[in-house]
């Protein structure tokens, strides 16, 4: 399958800081990526469509301002916590979209643990 | 009400055991129903999907949907070890690419 690769795997940071999270599709292009929320024993919540080359989609309820999106490339898109507080303490994972032919499949990233302290 | 419910478990079987999996769902516009495995601290990986309804089979691995009742289905025979992880399924109405929406996890433990 196609590996997609999310950078770094596990982040402790101060509250009020920034983190940046990367997702990078390593063997395909990926016109659309998306990322994901997970806390423990929950299931993934959608928190916004990334899409190269436009703004990303927020789904209701995730604050734009505060989860930055940037798909700059079609290999790349990034998700920026910023001003992270401990309540944003979760694991973040991402996911890029290959299309070839019929099909369409998501691939996700090994995720990433934010622990904010 | 959730979209999709899953029962978190845990769930525990002995090596070997045939193990049943579930969802229900209530959008009815779901037309694409998938299977994922997830290991500890690491992101998902695709087992199976299913378009529509009907029956899928993979190695140990039988998908089911029944789309009348909204329910779906994954059966794992023989379970190994190996098999230990969380079971996610999830749905979309327009592809298996999409966005998904999932329900919260089944834990498995596959004791020897």
């Known amino acids: 399958g196609a590996v997609v690769s999310q950078h770094p795997s596990r982040v402790i940071c101060k509250s009020g800081t920034s983190v940046k999270i990367e997702c990078r599709s390593l063997?395909?292009?990926?016109?659309?990526m998306f990322w994901y929320r997970q806390f423990p024993k929950q299931s993934l919540m959608l928190m916004a469509t990334s899409n190269e080359g436009s703004k990303a989609t927020y789904e209701q309820g995730v604050e734009k301002d505060k989860f930055l999106i940037n798909h700059a490339s079609l290999t790349l898109s990034t998700l920026t916590v910023t001003s992270a507080h401990p309540e944003d303490s979760s694991f973040y994972i991402c996911s890029a979209i290959r299309t070839g032919g019929a099909d369409t499949e998501a691939f996700f990233g090994q995720g990433t643990r934010l622990t904010v302290v | 009400q959730k979209e999709v419910e899953q029962d978190p478990g845990p769930l525990s079987v002995p090596e070997g055991a045939i193990v049943s999996l579930n969802c229900t769902y209530s959008?009815?516009?779901?037309?694409?129903f998938m299977w994922y495995r997830q290991y500890s601290r690491k992101g998902p990986e695709l087992l199976m999907y299913t378009y529509s309804s009907g029956n899928k089979e993979d190695g140990r691995f039988t998908a089911q949907v029944d789309k009348s009742s909204k329910y779906i289905s994954l059966f794992i025979r023989d379970s190994q070890p190996s098999d230990s992880a969380t079971y996610l399924c999830a749905m979309s109405p327009y592809n298996q690419g999409g966005k998904l929406i999932f329900g919260q996890g089944t834990e498995l433990s596959v004791k020897p």
């Open positions: 959008n009815s516009a779901f037309q694409y």
């Open positions: 063997d395909f292009q990926a016109t659309t």
